[in-house]
Each structure stands twice: as structure tokens, then as C-alpha cells.
């Protein structure tokens, strides 16, 4: 079935593709608390913020080389064990920031990984775009409240195929998988795009995505344990452009903000990087 019929999972990248699009989020996408509390909720329940790394093919199976190599640096054969089990490292920005699980300093040299993962960051071939959306604003400007996720989309996907893939050129969106539900949910809302277009796009200039697919950033049931590269860099790049939305100093947004389409922030604001509303 083809992946323009439901959400489907992508094990094997075709390398006649140009480009590989990994989109992860941070931030929740729920409205509740602002509703409920109004100016008085939380800073950090404020922002919903989802970012794309493009890698052309090349760039992708020399990250793929480098990411093994930090993993095994720092891992013994780049795997963790815990409680439940042994399996391979996985990048995600939220608990490398509390040092927790793997990323614990009872497990690493957490300074010396960090020097590593900076070094590893800011030494990386690919583009950024993103897209924050601040839902308190949201609330105050519009009585009806969209869902961030799919005002976010919109937004990258227009971005996407206007200013960044040319005519020629074909691109592949990957994103991490959330749950049956969503997942069909939102694969609804980006067909529903790439068929018919938006107000200040043409449904022919999607023609440039050659497949969207919903992949796990840690494939557990695969035996080899496979993690998606390019999902993790998204998760690192997205958790630092919401933790700098909290926190104005962030090293690790001062590292990838270089990669912004555009320019590197704040030039990329209208380009690669979107503030909505």
C-alpha cells in the first residue's frame, strides 16, 4: 500500500532521492493549561516548536559513520544497559539535558561527551528549518485554536517545496511516530496539503515530495536495535530551539542555529525559521 494511503514506516531510503527531511517537535501541543490559566501558565507550557533537518544522501551516510562512532566512543559497541535490557544508544535532547538513562554520569564522562556532542553538532552538512508556535499568543489572537502540530506542517511544508527542493530535485519527509491514532490523524492533514496546496501554495509544488513515512527514533523490535540518525539530530536540534525560547543563553542553540535556512538565527526569521502568530 502506498504511502500516500496511510501512515507507513520506511527501512530502506532509495538513493536516487536528493533529500532526506527528519521532523521532530518539542513542546506540547495541548491548549488546556493556557486556557485554564491564562497569563499566569508555566513558560515552558507556552511553546510548541517542530524543526526539519534536510540531508542530501551523501551527508546522510556520513552522519550515519560519525554518530556510530560517538556512540561507541563513549558506549561499549555504542549499546546501554539498564534494568530492562541491552540496547543501542539513542539521542534525545530532553535526557542528555537531565542527564538521565544512558546520558547519566554514573554511566559516562558526561563533560567529555558533551565536548564530543559540540564538537559533533556544530561539524554537521544540513539544513535547518523550524517553526515555533506560541500558543498563548494563539489563544489571544483566535477564537478558534488549531492545532499546533498541523499549523506547524503547513508552515514547513510550504517552506519546504517553495524556497528549498528545486524542480528537478525529489525529497523524502520522515517523522517520528507518535501513536496510530495521531499518526493517521496528521498523515490525513499532509495529504490533504500535498494534494490541494494551501492559500500561498500550488498542489503541483508538492510534487516534489516523493514519500512521507512515520518512523520510530529507536526501533526496538528490530533486532539489530536500529536508530534513525537523522530523527535524532532533529530531536537534538528542536529540544535546543525550545530550551533557548526559555533560556535566551543555550549553548547547544548557539551551535545549530548556523544551520538555519537563510542564515544563521536571527537573519533566518521569515525564511528558515517561523514565529507564528
Not at 527528519?22 to 491548549?31: A, L, V
Not at 500558543?135 to 483566535?142: A, N
Not at 499532509?190 to 526501533?219: A, R, W
Not at 525560547?245 to 549553548?251: H, K
Request: charge should be positive; glycine fraction near 6%; charged fraction near 25%.
Amino acid at each position: 500500500m502506498s504511502w500516500r494511503n496511510r501512515p507507513k514506516f520506511i527501512n530502506e531510503l532509495d538513493h536516487d532521492i536528493d533529500y532526506l527531511v527528519f521532523i521532530d517537535e518539542s513542546g506540547d501541543t495541548s491548549y488546556k493549561n493556557i486556557l485554564k490559566s491564562g497569563v499566569n501558565v508555566p513558560q515552558n507550557d507556552q511553546f510548541f516548536i517542530i524543526s526539519a533537518c534536510i540531508f542530501n544522501m551523501k551527508s546522510y551516510r556520513e552522519l550515519g559513520t560519525r554518530i556510530t562512532k560517538l556512540k561507541n566512543k563513549h558506549w561499549n559497541d555504542g549499546k546501554y544497559t539498564d534494568s530492562k535490557g541491552t540496547k543501542r544508544v539513542c539521542f534525545r535532547g530532553s535526557e542528555i539535558n537531565s542527564r538521565t538513562n544512558a546520558f547519566s554520569e554514573n554511566v559516562i564522562d558526561y563533560p567529555e561527551f558533551m565536548k564530543d556532542l559540540y564538537d559533533f553538532m556544530n561539524n554537521l552538512d544540513m539544513t535547518l528549518f523550524s517553526v515555533c508556535i506560541n500558543k498563548t499568543k494563539v489563544c489571544e489572537k483566535y477564537s478558534y485554536q488549531q492545532d499546533p502540530y498541523q499549523i506547524s506542517l503547513k508552515f514547513l511544508f510550504e517552506r519546504l517545496c517553495k524556497y528549498f527542493i528545486k524542480p528537478s530535485e525529489k525529497a523524502i519527509v520522515i517523522l517520528e511516530q507518535r501513536g496510530k491514532k495521531e499518526d493517521k490523524k496528521l498523515h490525513s492533514k499532509i495529504m490533504e496539503q500535498i494534494n490541494s496546496g494551501t492559500e500561498y501554495t500550488d498542489p503541483s509544488q508538492y510534487k516534489l515530495i516523493d514519500g512521507v513515512y512515520f518512523n520510530p527514533k529507536h526501533c526496538l523490535k528490530d533486532k539489530s536495535q536500529t536508530t534513525f540518525y537523522g530523527l535524532e539530530i532533529a530531536d537534538l536540534c528542536c529540544y535546543a530551539i525550545y530550551k533557548y525560547q526559555l533560556m535566551p543563553q543555550y549553548d547547544a542553540f548557539d551551535i545549530i542555529s548556523k544551520y538555519f535556512y537563510g542564515g544563521k538565527y536571527p537573519f533566518c526569521h521569515g525564511k528558515g525559521f517561523k514565529r507564528f502568530p
